[in-house]
């Protein structure tokens, strides 16, 4: 088992900027390809960013594509999601999660992940 904790979210301005963490615990020795979700109130789940096991591939949706950058630290198993040129739409509970993926590829299904966290709020006024 993988637990995924989350932290680094918070309320803050339009065009501000948060550093989102996730931090793995448990069997954390294998290979894992890592994403970041999100879901704003009354709106489905949106896929948002991915990364590899090695950090070579990642991907990112149209709508954060410039503004967020995906990264891990394998050394400390923490994935983090650098969010700058925050708006409004950006608000919404952000979800870190994990699946085994013995290929350094990236996972777009989210139906794939096995491992979840709890979420952290962001909150973007404007």
């Known amino acids: 088992q993988v637990q995924l904790v989350e932290s680094g979210g918070g309320l803050v301005q339009a065009g501000a900027s948060l550093r989102l963490s996730c931090a793995a615990s448990g069997r954390t020795s294998g290979t894992y390809a890592m994403s970041w979700s999100r879901q704003a109130p009354g709106k489905e789940r949106e896929f948002v960013a991915a990364?590899?096991?090695?950090?070579?591939?990642?991907y990112y949706a149209d709508s954060v594509k410039g503004r967020f950058t995906i990264s891990r630290d394998s050394a400390k198993n923490t994935v983090h999601l650098q969010m700058n040129n925050l708006q409004p739409e950006d608000t919404g509970v952000y979800y870190c999660?994990?699946?085994?993926?013995?290929?350094?590829?990236?996972?777009?299904?989210?139906?794939?992940?096995?491992?979840w966290g709890q979420g952290t709020q962001v909150t973007v006024s404007s």
């Open positions: 999660a994990a699946v085994p993926n013995l290929r350094d590829t990236i996972v777009l299904d989210t139906a794939k992940y096995n491992y």
């Open positions: 990364i590899s096991w090695s950090g070579s591939s990642t």
